[in-house]
């Protein structure tokens, strides 16, 4: 199976700053045939059902905020979050749909400074 | 809009079986692959199964859940279902259904999700 990892398990911003969450896979999720990363960002605020913010590693989901971006290949992936405002207080969690089973980070607790 | 609605959790003895529904609105699931996806208390995501809506019906489970859980459809319904057996306390978790934009065998990423549905398996 692809372990995932994420760094840091939580950080904590002021508003308005940047924020970066790091995602490691074990083995590379790049499909060498199409040139394509498979993972994706989610954001799972507390009661609610998680939202899909990337895919394809840096692919923005239809309607998230330009301030959501990621970037990487292989095996070392990275979701920025910039101009932190208050409503984006959640956990973040990289996902590997490369091979199955599908695997998911641990989460990073995004907290508010 | 897409929606999704989970129902059927509840606290059920060890060994014990409940069936989760996932009922979809604003779209059709015979055009999608659907998936279950699990949090326990405190814990992180982890996928538990998903369900093709190619011809061959394939479906695919997490290791811990094979042969013991079985996800099926109702087109008609535009329901998912999934369906547990011989529960476990580790089963115990909140239960998500999530629309997937399929992109191999079995493997796809989460497009929607439901609010989830909570299943305790406890004596």
């Known amino acids: 199976d692809i372990v995932m990892t994420q760094s840091p398990d939580s950080l904590a911003v002021s508003l308005g700053e940047r924020a970066t969450i790091n995602c490691k896979s074990s083995?590379?999720?790049?499909?060498?045939?199409?040139?394509?990363?498979?993972l994706a960002w989610y954001q799972h605020k507390r009661g609610q059902a998680p939202k899909l913010l990337i895919y394809?590693?840096?692919t923005r989901e239809s309607g998230v905020p330009d301030r959501f971006s990621g970037i990487g290949s292989g095996t070392d992936f990275t979701l920025t979050i910039t101009n932190v405002q208050a409503e984006d207080v959640a956990v973040y969690y990289c996902?590997?749909?490369?091979?199955?089973?599908?695997?998911f980070g641990p989460g990073t607790r995004l907290e508010i400074k | 809009e897409v929606q999704l609605l989970e129902s059927g959790g509840d606290l059920v003895q060890p060994g014990g079986s409940l069936r989760l529904s996932c009922a979809g609105s604003g779209f059709t699931i015979n055009d999608y692959f659907m998936s279950w996806v699990r949090q326990a208390p405190g814990k992180g995501l982890e996928w538990v199964s998903i369900s093709s809506n190619l011809a061959d019906g394939s479906t695919f489970y997490e290791d811990s859940v094979k042969g013991r859980f079985t996800i099926s459809r109702d087109n008609a319904k535009n329901t998912v279902y999934l369906q547990m057996n011989s529960l476990r306390a580790e089963d115990t978790a909140k239960y998500f259904c999530?629309?997937?934009?399929?992109?191999?065998?079995?493997?796809?990423?989460?497009?929607?999700w439901g609010l989830g549905t909570l299943v305790t398996v406890s004596s």
């Open positions: 394809w590693a840096s």
């Open positions: 083995q590379s999720v790049l499909w060498n045939s199409n040139n394509k990363n498979f």
């Open positions: 999530a629309r997937t934009s399929a992109t191999g065998t079995g493997r796809g990423y989460f497009t929607h």
């Open positions: 996902h590997q749909y490369y091979q199955s089973p599908m695997t």
